[in-house]
C-alpha cells in the first residue's frame, strides 16, 4: 500500500510540469499565429507533402481564397514568370523546390492569377525548413503583392520612353533648323562678298 501510494504522489508530482509545458506550447502558437496575422505579406507554412498547415489572412487576401494541395496539385495556382512569360508547373513552385531540392528562393517576380480571376504581380519566395537531422520537413513560402509598384513603374517607364522621343524629335527638328539657317547664312554672305554682274559687264556700243 505504501509503494502505491508512492507511485501515485509521484504522477501526481509530474502533472504540474505537464500541465506547464502544455501551457507554454499552446502560447507559443497562439504567439505565432498572432505574428502570422499581422505580417503586411502572405505566408504559408507546408509539410513534406507541400499540404499547407498554417496561412495567414495577407495570403489568402492575395490569392483570393487558397487550395490545400500537395505538389502534385500545386499547378492549380496558376502564374507565369515575368521574365519569359513561361507557365509555372507544379514542380516548378518555388516551395516545391524547396521541400524536394531544399533550394532557397527570393524574390521570384510572378504574375498570379488569383482563384477570383484577377491577376496580379508578386514577389515569390520559399525557404525549406529542417527537422534536428537536417531532413526536410516542410517550407515556408512567401508572397508579397507588388502590382500597384510594378503599375506605376510600367507608367513611370512609359512616360521616360515618352519624353525621350519627344526629346529626339525636338533635336532633330533643331538640327534640321540649325542646318537650314547655317545654309541661308552662307548664301548671304556669298552674295555680299560677290561682285554684282551690272557693275562687272562693258559699257554696250553706241
Known sequence: PARGNGRGVGCRNNMPEQVEAEGALGGEKALLDKILEVLPVGVGILDAAGNIVRSNEA????????????????????????DSGKRIEAEEWAAARAIRKG????????????????????????????????????????????????LAERKLHS????????????????????????????????????????????????
Open 159 to 206: 512616360l521616360a520612353t515618352t519624353l525621350e522621343a519627344r526629346v529626339k524629335a525636338r533635336t532633330a527638328a533643331l538640327d534640321a533648323a540649325n542646318k537650314e539657317l547655317d545654309a541661308f547664312n552662307f548664301s548671304v554672305t556669298h552674295d555680299l562678298r560677290t561682285p554684282c554682274l551690272l557693275y562687272t559687264l562693258p559699257n554696250p556700243p553706241n
Open 103 to 150: 533550394e532557397v528562393s527570393i524574390d521570384e517576380e510572378i504574375e498570379i492569377e488569383c482563384f477570383d480571376g484577377t491577376r496580379k504581380i508578386i514577389l515569390n519566395a520559399a525557404s525549406p525548413i529542417r527537422d534536428d537531422e537536417g531532413t526536410v520537413s516542410g517550407c515556408v513560402a512567401v508572397n508579397h503583392d507588388i502590382t500597384a509598384r510594378w
Open 59 to 82: 495570403g489568402r487576401r492575395i490569392w483570393a481564397g487558397s487550395r490545400h494541395v500537395g505538389i502534385e496539385q500545386f499547378d492549380e495556382y496558376k502564374a507565369w514568370r515575368l
